[in-house]
């Protein structure tokens, strides 16, 4: 049974906007990072934001600053990635992550931080 569960993406014009959601069943769903990372065909997976499930600090990665959003609902346990003017440069495929992590210890961006994983959902920018 998946864990985490993205959705959302799909194909947009230069300049439109997606809005990705991860749900997660993880027990506990609180006391985590949350992140969001992407890879495109050939490259490096990249971590765009991150999120702690219970504190907040909400933080994007300085590529996607100003564009991109993490923010969540918990009452649906839902982490969610508001992508706006989104360009060629965006697409790829992006997952949702978690890990368990101390209170008030920063989020990690490093991937290999991460040991829980949604299935990926693709997000394709063309005109």
């Known amino acids: 049974q998946a864990q985490l569960v993205e959705s959302g993406g799909g194909s947009v014009q230069p300049g439109g906007s997606l809005r990705l959601s991860c749900a997660s069943s993880?027990?506990?769903?609180?006391?985590?990072?949350m992140g969001w990372f992407r890879q495109a065909p050939g490259k490096e997976r990249e971590a765009v934001a991150r999120s702690y499930i219970g504190d907040g600090g909400a933080v994007s990665a300085d590529s996607v600053q100003g564009r991109f959003t993490i923010s969540q609902d918990d009452a649906k346990r839902t982490v969610y990635l508001q992508m706006d003017s989104l360009g060629p440069e965006d697409t790829g495929m992006y997952y949702c992550?978690?890990?368990?992590?101390?209170?008030?210890?920063?989020?990690?961006?490093?991937?290999?931080?991460?040991?829980?994983w949604g299935q990926g959902t693709q997000v394709t920018v063309s005109s």
């Open positions: 993880l027990n506990p769903y609180g006391g985590r990072c």
């Open positions: 992550a978690a890990t368990q992590w101390p209170i008030r210890s920063t989020c990690p961006w490093e991937s290999h931080a991460y040991n829980f």
